[in-house]
């Protein structure tokens, strides 16, 4: 019996297929580059799962292979670039999955906002013109400061926040030369510290399986830099939080699975960011792991094969809190590799590094989070303790870069 994983995150794919074969099903990954999972690969036995290169952008040929694939019982999309196609695929093969027009508005950014503001979930809209009319049509009707930003963007990728009019003109010119994956528009600035929700959702109750913090880089830009799970918020605003949560997830329609909720816990408020379809990125799927002391992708093969699963009933044990932060290197170049990892076993906390670029790999953006090259992890009793013990480690390894070829550009 098999359940297909279309492409998956960076990190999770060894929770993944242990989590199969506690169930009984047996794990395929198809991807386009298998080189992309390298780290997670190597750390487990070679007939641990089914590996099948393939361009996971045809959808038409990805329907003739997995009408091929015996036993095929489920199908698993936890990206954001594949969640549109994995709900194609789930709904041509009638396979267990929500309903794809659900995917589909989780991935518009503006007409997320829209719902929620006409369901009175946030005190914002989105803001939309053609061209050069989005300037006038925001001023108007918004203010600044505001945040520009791509309807279908991923990973802090295309926004801006422009907090007066000159910033305005520098964005809007800025992002007619980026290439979206969808459309420009223009939301509220809502200030406030940001926090990510991590829920797990099925036939329309939400239960909070806790919320990672989220330090982001100095204005202007948003760069994801540390994260730590769980927050510990007082009882009484968990549950206020929990509520809120289960009813900006039931204005989209969004009945079962995982859920990665970015909110602004502002002076009026939590205020949704953004809805992702899928569990966390980065570490998030280990820190849940860990800190509850289950395996969740246990979850998410059980949602894949439409069953209720019993994450959201069971009693979690718990375990350490976690933090992790983001290495980036000082200068965009070609990454030559990480200095003072040798110091991480003399730390507190069991710091541990995990890799996302490999030597050689360009480093061109540092404004957003294309420019990590791996992250380091550390836990500790309680998130703030994990979080200070990350941040030591993380001060200790040094993210390397040398120019690239033909420019001064690079360096340590």
Request: hydrophobic residues 45%; negative net charge.
């Amino acid at each position: 019996m098999t359940v297909v994983c279309l492409e998956s995150l960076t990190f999770g794919l060894g929770h993944l297929v242990r989590a199969a074969d506690t169930l009984g099903e047996r794990l395929t990954l198809l991807t386009r580059d298998r080189a992309y999972y390298a780290y997670e690969l190597a750390r487990l036995p070679v007939d641990a799962l089914d590996v099948v290169v393939t361009d996971t952008f045809d959808v038409e040929g990805l329907t003739e292979l997995l009408h091929r694939t015996p036993q095929l019982r489920g199908l698993i999309s936890s990206t954001d670039t594949w969640t549109l196609a994995g709900a194609e695929l789930t709904d041509r093969l009638g396979l267990p999955g929500l309903d794809p027009a659900v995917l589909r508005l989780t991935r518009d950014k503006a007409v997320v906002r829209n719902r929620l503001h006409d369901a009175g979930l946030t005190r914002g809209r989105a803001v939309e013109a053609p061209g050069a009319e989005l300037r006038d049509v925001l001023l108007k009707e918004a203010g600044l400061p505001a945040v520009l930003k791509d309807t279908a963007g991923t990973g802090s990728q295309n926004v801006w926040l422009v907090r007066d009019e000159p910033e305005l003109e520098a964005a809007l010119d800025e992002a007619a030369g980026r290439q979206l994956k969808g459309r420009l528009f223009a939301e509220p600035y809502f200030s406030g510290p940001v926090y990510s929700a991590e829920t797990l959702t099925w036939a329309g109750r939400t239960r909070l399986l806790g919320v990672s913090s989220r330090l982001m880089s100095p204005e202007p830009n948003f760069r994801e830099e540390i994260t730590a799970f769980p927050v510990a918020f007082p009882e009484a605003r968990r549950a206020v939080l929990e509520r809120w949560l289960g009813e900006v997830l039931a204005v989209i329609g969004y009945t079962d699975r995982f859920a990665h909720v970015e909110f602004v816990l502002t002076a009026g408020g939590p205020e949704v960011v953004e809805i992702n379809p899928r569990i966390g990125g980065a570490l998030v799927g280990e820190g849940l792991c860990r800190a509850l002391g289950v395996n969740v992708y246990e979850a998410m093969i059980e949602t894949a094969l439409g069953r209720r699963p019993r994450l959201m009933d069971v009693d979690l044990p718990g375990g350490p809190a976690v933090a992790f932060v983001l290495g980036y290197p000082a200068a965009p170049g070609v990454f030559t590799g990480v200095a003072g990892l040798d110091r991480l076993a003399d730390m507190p906390g069991s710091p541990a590094w995990y890799p996302v670029r490999s030597v050689g790999d360009p480093v061109e953006h540092l404004a957003d989070s294309r420019g990590y090259a791996g992250i380091v992890y550390a836990e500790a009793e309680t998130a703030e303790l994990a979080t200070h013990q990350a941040v030591a480690a993380a001060n200790a390894v040094r993210v390397l870069t040398e120019p690239f070829p033909g420019t001064g550009d690079g360096g340590g």
